[in-house]
T-cell receptor, first 112, second 113 residues
Framework: GQQLNQSPQSMFIQEGEDVSMNCTSSSIFNTWLWYKQDPGEGPVLLIALYKAGELTSNGRLTAQFGITRKDSFLNISASIPSDVGIYFCAGQSGGGADGLTFGKGTHLIIQP | DAEITQSPRHKITETGRQVTLACHQTWNHNNMFWYRQDLGHGLRLIHYSYGVQDTNKGEVSDGYSVSRSNTEDLPLTLESAASSQTSVYFC????????????FGPGTRLTVL
């Protein structure tokens, strides 16, 4: 099946620093999604991207849909303690009703 | 407010038993999905449904079944639970508008002894 390579696997940063993570694939995706998961909870959607080259912001978060449709990145500016969690990229290769292919996650840890 | 709920939140069962995990959404979404989450694997698709009476197999469907008798519910059944099915299970739903955005429930942690 399709696979997404998400990196880094974990990040240890200082509060206030900017964060960058990305996902790459050997396959083309029509939609890229970024989710955050807190312990004991389900993933929560952060940003959805629908067009190659699209750059979308949600507060301190910015994500881009790669021009080749095989990659996406997520940036978090000026990190705060509540940003701690696991961030997942997810791709959808077919239509809007297809299941998602997930990356393995980036575990973000913020040191005060 | 519309939401998606799962029950139970935690379940311990024995090998060989039949187990059913419930998923209920009040978004009135046509599409519903079941994923399992394991360390080192992220989330993987088990089964999905595009509407009443429709079900489809995902990447890791062996040992699982679903049925869709109404819009709101997609129960996941483990016919004969195995230790390899110890995992956290998430249900999700999405509209039929073509955007692909899926909304997830809080998860069910299943332990098979």
């Amino acid at each position: 099946g399709q696979q997404l390579n998400q990196s880094p696997q974990s990040m240890f940063i200082q509060e206030g620093e900017d964060v960058s993570m990305n996902c790459t694939s050997s396959s083309i995706f029509n939609t890229w999604l970024w989710y955050k998961q807190d312990p004991g909870e389900g993933p929560v959607l952060l940003i959805a991207l629908y067009k190659a080259g699209e750059l979308t912001s949600n507060g301190r978060l910015t994500a881009q849909f790669g021009i080749t449709r095989k990659d996406s990145f997520l940036n978090i500016s000026a990190s705060i303690p509540s940003d701690v969690g696991i961030y997942f990229c997810a791709g959808q290769s077919g239509g809007g009703a297809d299941g998602l292919t997930f990356g393995k996650g980036t575990h973000l840890i913020i040191q005060p | 407010d519309a939401e998606i709920t799962q029950s139970p939140r935690h379940k311990i069962t024995e090998t060989g038993r039949q187990v059913t995990l419930a998923c209920h959404q009040t978004w009135n979404h046509n599409n519903m999905f079941w994923y399992r989450q394991d360390l080192g694997h992220g989330l993987r698709l088990i089964h999905y449904s595009y509407g009443v009476q429709d079900t489809n197999k995902g990447e890791v469907s062996d040992g699982y079944s679903v049925s869709r008798s109404n819009t709101e519910d997609l129960p996941l059944t483990l016919e004969s639970a195995a230790s390899s099915q110890t995992s956290v299970y998430f249900c999700a739903s999405s509209t039929n508008t073509g955007t692909g955005t899926q909304y997830f429930g809080p998860g069910t942690r299943l332990t098979v002894l």
